[in-house]
């Protein structure tokens, strides 16, 4: 739940370690206030502007969402604004998707159309404003709507989305996400790059805030804790580490998983902290979860659901993530995969508990869409709950984050030395078992 709590106002602040603060500045337009007024069958949402933008608003299924792009705009709403709704609207969210790009993802009731949606000049003592105007349909409506849209649509945004394009603007505000991943290649020059490649996936990012339980929000504890990762494995020098992301971006949930497979990672780390909501009691300490199926217990259901949310929260297309692939050699490797992730979640564990304080079970499993990789050994490290006092002390401490990297560090050292040992030399970087051994 907490994962889907609205994004307080000014939220970009209270970055922690070297978090560099969101991009705003005062050459972006700012956002002043936002409405939402009507009933369930006609909602109209009014957004409070500076000047006006070009946007771009596009409904998704599976939940029923309305995604507004925009170019980068600096919020500053007031505290609450979206975290409940009216009418069509249940609650919206806002924040960067990518650096020059801002959204708000609206959550609906039901299924609805875009009745109209523009910006209004400055008039009659008003601010611009962007006005998106909802109607209730019925549910083979919005599917013809989606549907009839994702034909009409240009090649490269591909999704199942009905969209419309603000009148005298008919190219989009802004692209949307990237869905393919951009990762700067090494030099051509020079022998090739041999090394282990570790993937850091700090979690959610931009509009997404991931638990807010905290003083801080979950998306800044985890970048900081990634790049302190980072750093320490780079200075060994026997890895390269790549950073699904390096500042506060959205990454959609399949986007890091390719990542992961594009580098044929040797290993995949998610990072990310927990929240129990109020009332449920309290925990503390680190997990490490790995993939499973069937969750370990339902505490780790409840984590992953509240994980896997992120694409919802930053307003990805859901329908379109491919279903896993039914393939035997897939299945194969998937299999080993999950043996070595496995396999690295009790050493890590050995190592973690160590330095810092571990769950009272502090391995466990769950279906975490971003451990889905079938030939990445993957993990998802919780490094403590954000509602605990203790655990939030410990995350902004620099002097625990750097205790804590270093155990993890130790382990994935550890690991991988002993991987590319039984691998021989030349492919450190596949499942071991995949290949055939003598
Ligand atoms: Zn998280």
């Known amino acids: 739940m907490l994962c889907a709590a609205a994004i307080p106002a000014h939220a970009q602040s209270g970055p922690v370690g070297q978090v560099p603060p969101a991009v705003v500045g005062p050459g972006f337009p700012i956002a002043t206030d936002a409405r939402v007024a009507g009933d369930s069958r006609q909602t109209r949402f009014v957004l ?41 609207v249940k609650a919206f969210r806002y924040g960067m998707v990518m650096p020059g790009g801002s959204r708000i993802v609206f959550d609906l009731t039901g299924p609805a ?8 000049d400055a008039a009659n003592g008003q601010p611009p404003r962007l006005v998106l105007e909802l109607e209730e349909v019925d549910e083979a409506t919005f599917a013809r709507a989606i549907g009839s849209d994702s034909r009409a649509r240009p090649a490269d945004s591909g999704s199942a989305t009905a969209s419309v394009a603000v009148a005298g603007n008919p190219a989009p505000a802004v692209r949307p996400p990237p ?5 700067a290649t090494p030099p051509t020059d020079g022998p090739p790059d041999t090394r282990p490649v570790v993937v850091i996936d700090p979690g959610h990012g931009g509009i997404d805030y991931g638990t807010q339980g ?40 399949g986007d890091r998983v390719r990542i992961a497979q594009k580098q044929s990672a040797a290993l995949f780390v998610s990072i990310h902290a927990d929240a129990l909501p109020r009332g449920e009691g ?157």
């Open 214 to 253: 905290g003083e801080v929000p979950e998306k800044n504890l985890v970048l900081a804790f990634g790049q302190a990762l980072r750093d320490r494995l780079e200075r060994s020098g026997k890895f390269r580490v790549v950073m699904t992301r390096d500042d506060d971006t959205f990454i959609p949930l």
């Open 282 to 438: 309290t925990a503390q300490g680190a997990t490490i979860y790995t993939l499973s199926d069937k969750a370990s217990d339902v505490e780790a259901e409840r984590l992953a659901e509240t994980e896997n949310r992120a694409d919802q929260i930053g307003g990805v297309n859901l329908t379109e993530e491919p279903a896993d692939v039914a393939d035997i050699l897939i299945d194969l490797a998937r299999r080993e995969t999950r043996t070595f992730s496995n396999r690295f979640a009790r050493v890590l564990m050995n190592d973690m508990k160590t330095a810092v304080h571990m769950h009272k079970r502090p391995l466990k499993s769950a279906g975490f869409r971003v451990l889905k990789a079938p030939d990445v050994p993957s993990v998802l490290v919780e490094l403590g709950y954000v509602s605990n006092k203790g655990d939030m002390g410990n995350l902004v401490s620099d002097a625990w984050r750097s205790r804590t990297a270093d155990a993890m560090a130790r382990a994935i050292d550890a690991f991988l030395a002993k991987r590319i040992a039984n691998a021989g030399p030349e492919r450190p970087d596949k499942p071991v078992a995949v290949r055939a051994k003598p």
């Open 179 to 183: 869905t393919t991943v951009a990762i």
């Open 48 to 88: 409070d502007l500076d000047r006006t933008v070009p946007f771009r608003a596009f409904l998704l299924s599976e939940p029923y969402r309305v995604v507004v792009d925009l170019p980068q705009v600096s919020f500053h709403l007031p505290t609450g604004a979206g975290t409940s709704g009216r009418g069509l």
């Open 113 to 120: 159309r875009i009745a109209n949606s523009t910006v209004l």
